[in-house]
């Protein structure tokens, strides 16, 4: 994303005027740090001009032409954004504010005052360790909020949460900042774009997605790219909310890829089947194996209880055998008898007269 940003600044209609400037230095655009600067630079633009200086500052620049609609600032070393840092000369057309790789680790309450028209805010790549509640109050129009890798210094969820509880916002990026879990209490109702690529999520879990369906954030969608998905069992949900009721909530849902584990690592996690996840050691598996074993008790009560019929009848079946052997061998014998005279003609007539 940053790169892409600093391309466009590079590429963009920027560079004439910047061509122009640095026509004798000759920088090749390769060389240009992230922001579009040879070196620390700030940047404004109001509808008729674009302007560059080559400086590093230390605080906000103080003179600027009432007019501006967008002012990029980077490489420089804000350190803290006070309050009303912007308000000596405020700035009423002011659209877009970029402060890239400003070294910002403070933002303190008001810090917007005076900036009123303030629709984006990028805050990338700054080392942030303390956010005041009130940080963005003088910017009520503020929708779209960058905080790609600047989140990485300290854990500022609490601090942020109360931050934007009050924003109307519809994009935020928190990519690249190693962020484990969804961060469900920095989205404030009403937001539709979340940029979570390059973080450190190995799923979504059905918590998780459940607060995504909470009523301010039905239209929400998520990127999740470049994160270490896991395909285990735990993906169940995510993938279950993917190929259901989030089609297209994931823009780039069908470039997700599992990162783990070993055997499935690389995969694309929408054409995985869901035997695939190995679900044998999971909830489910166990389940199953649980009525299989009780399936087993059954059947080994069914067969003590057949044994034990067995065992307290032995009498009786002992005395029933016997009767069924004792008709059996008259039966048998009957039948000898009558196959032996029917079988020897002789000893039948010669029985006869034996008989009489
Ligand atoms: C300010 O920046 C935005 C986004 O980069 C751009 O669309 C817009 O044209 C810029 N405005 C001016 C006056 O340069
Ligand atoms: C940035 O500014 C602070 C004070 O504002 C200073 O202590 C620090 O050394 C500066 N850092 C750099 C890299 O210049
Ligand atoms: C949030 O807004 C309410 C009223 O809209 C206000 O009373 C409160 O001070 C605001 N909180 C912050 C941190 O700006
Ligand atoms: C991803 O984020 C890490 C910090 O979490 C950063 O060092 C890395 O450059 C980022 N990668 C990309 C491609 O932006």
């Known amino acids: 994303m940053a790169r892409r940003q600093a391309r466009r600044h590079g590429d963009g209609r920027w560079l004439p005027w910047l061509g122009l400037a640095l026509l004798p230095l000759a920088v090749p655009p390769a060389a240009a740090p992230p922001g579009g600067c040879p070196s620390a630079c700030y940047c404004v633009a109001t ?140 989205l404030p109702a009403g937001l539709e774009e979340l940029d979570l690529r390059n973080n450190s999520l190995q799923r979504l879990g059905a918590a998780e997605l459940h607060s995504l369906e909470a009523p301010g954030l039905r239209k929400l969608r998520v990127s999740l790219g470049a994160n270490p998905l896991r395909c285990d069992c735990a993906l169940r949900p995510l993938l279950a909310w993917l190929r259901g009721a989030a089609a297209g909530r994931v823009p780039d849902a069908r470039s997700l890829r599992c990162a783990g584990p070993p055997s499935l690592r690389g995969a694309v996690l929408l054409r995985l089947r869901p035997e695939a996840l190995g679900c044998e050691g999971g909830e489910p598996g166990e389940l199953e194996t649980a009525s299989y074993v009780f399936f087993g008790i059954v059947l080994a009560l069914i067969g003590v209880v057949f044994l034990m019929v067995l065992y307290l009848n032995r009498r009786g079946i002992k005395r029933w055998l016997h009767n069924l052997r004792e008709a059996c061998r008259d039966q048998m014998e009957g039948y000898h008898y009558r196959y032996e005279q029917d079988a020897d003609p002789r000893r039948a007539s010669a029985a006869g007269p034996a008989g009489l």
């Open 47 to 186: 509808p008729e001009l674009e302007q560059c200086r080559y400086e590093r500052l230390e605080e906000p620049p103080q003179e600027l032409p009432a007019a501006v609609h967008n002012l990029s600032i980077v490489g420089s070393n804000l350190s803290v954004l006070r309050r009303a840092a912007f308000a000596a000369r405020p700035l009423r057309q002011l659209r877009l504010l970029r402060l890239h790789h400003d070294n910002i680790q403070a933002i303190e309450d008001m810090a917007l005052q005076g900036l009123p028209a303030l629709r984006t805010l990028d805050l990338s790549h700054n080392p942030l360790l303390s956010v005041a509640a009130g940080a963005f109050g003088g910017a009520p129009l503020l929708r779209t909020l960058q905080l790609n890798q600047a989140l990485l210094a300290a854990p500022l969820e609490e601090q942020l949460a109360l931050a934007l509880g009050n924003l109307s916002l519809r994009r935020l990026e928190l990519a690249g900042n190693g962020l484990r879990a969804l961060p469900a209490a920095l």
